[in-house]
């Protein structure tokens, strides 16, 4: 079983920077990709960043420049983090972290960013 637990969310204006943390928990053994998505009210959730067991990491459109995802492994934990810049209102969402462990997804509860124009 694996424990994914978001934090970092907060309230910031258009154009501050934000740092979400995720830390799966429980084993670090075969996690592979892990990522971040987020949805707004009223909208399907959507991928903002993943990466790979690996390191590569691929990003949604609308944030390509603006985030970096990246990874820190350990023996009992992996953290994943999202590095949020030059933010805008449209970014305004719900951000949850998604962990692949064999054939089995993982959800956190996700954190709330807001970003006021």
């Known amino acids: 079983q694996v424990q994914v637990v978001e934090s970092g969310g907060g309230l910031v204006q258009t154009g501050e920077s934000l740092r979400l943390s995720c830390v799966a928990s429980?084993?670090?053994?075969?996690?592979?990709?892990m990522a971040w998505y987020r949805q707004a009210p009223g909208k399907q959730r959507e991928l903002v960043a993943l990466?790979?067991?690996?390191?590569?990491?691929?990003?949604g459109d609308s944030v390509k420049g603006r985030f970096t995802i990246s990874r820190e492994n350990a023996n009992a934990k992996i953290t994943v983090y999202l590095q949020m810049n030059s933010l805008k209102p449209e970014d305004t969402a719900r951000y949850y972290c998604?962990?692949?462990?064999?054939?089995?997804?993982?959800w956190g509860q996700g954190t709330q960013v807001t970003v006021s124009s």
């Open positions: 990466i790979t067991r690996d390191g590569s990491a691929n990003y």
């Open positions: 998604k962990v692949e462990r064999f054939s089995s997804s993982y």
């Open positions: 429980g084993t670090a053994f075969r996690i592979n990709d």
